[in-house]
């Protein structure tokens, strides 16, 4: 009930094309969904983040949708660049717990 | 505004030392938080602190390993006679604790922890 799944494990697009990550969650507890960058050898980095009373949050290239009632959620990266190419990973935390749950990560590798 | 420090980056330690991992959060913040990543895996929580208060350390082995986050200075994790298992990347998180921005934890560099 804790784990947050996370697919797909890596993933290849074209420079300028979408990025789908989807993660998925049991706990109907969880009240706080954030999405974070890690670069090798860097600590991961905030990107953006939602909780559950709407169902898509935008900021720049990066937009997290959210389906309550699927208990999913999924980040989407538009026009993709190669910059983006690193590590993604979602996470979730509830109320009474600050600690986040970690998905396993997304390998991204967005090709020139 | 310095964000999350840890020190050492990279810390070798032979088994049956004992390895310390310093943690200064972002100014403003009280709440730190470790975590451990394995190599090719996602973020594990280990412990929740507040100054002088350990709120949650559900995620900590209950033998060798412990956190202090004293009322001056950094946040400490201590993991004593190290074995090889313990070899990670340790993370620290701090977030501001207020209401509405309680949930934003901002992540420090790390401290790759290799035991031989």
């Known amino acids: 009930q804790q784990q947050v799944k996370q697919s797909p494990q890596s993933l290849i697009v074209q420079k300028g094309g979408i990025s789908i990550i989807n993660c998925a969650y049991e706990?109907?507890?969880?009240?706080?969904f954030p999405w974070y960058q890690q670069f090798p050898g860097k600590g991961p980095a905030l990107l953006i983040a939602i909780r559950p009373d709407v169902s898509e949050k935008k900021e720049g290239r990066f937009t997290i949708s959210f389906n309550k009632s699927a208990k999913q959620f999924s980040l989407h990266i538009m026009d993709s660049q190669p910059g983006d190419s690193a590590t993604y990973f979602c996470?979730?935390?509830?109320?009474?717990?600050?600690?986040?749950?970690f998905g396993s990560g997304t390998r991204l590798l967005v090709r020139p | 505004n310095a964000g999350v420090m840890q020190n050492p980056r990279h810390l070798v330690r032979r088994r049956g030392q004992e390895a310390r991992l310093r943690c200064s959060p972002m100014?403003?913040?009280?709440?730190v938080y470790w975590y451990r990543q394995l190599p090719e895996e996602g973020l594990k929580f280990m412990v929740y602190?507040?100054?002088?208060?350990?709120?949650?350390e559900s995620g900590m082995p209950k033998e060798r390993f412990s956190a202090e986050f004293p009322k001056e200075g950094p946040s400490i994790l201590r993991i004593q006679q190290v074995v090889r298992g313990d070899s990670a990347a340790y993370f620290c998180?701090?977030?501001?604790?207020?209401?509405?921005?309680?949930?934003?934890?901002?992540f420090g560099p790390g401290t790759r922890l290799t035991v031989t």
């Open positions: 706990n109907t507890a969880f009240d706080y």
């Open positions: 602190l507040q100054k002088e208060n350990i709120i949650d």
């Open positions: 998180a701090s977030s501001p604790g207020t209401s509405g921005s309680r949930y934003e934890q901002y």
């Open positions: 100014k403003g913040h009280s709440h």
């Open positions: 996470a979730a935390s509830m109320d009474s717990s600050y600690k986040l749950i």
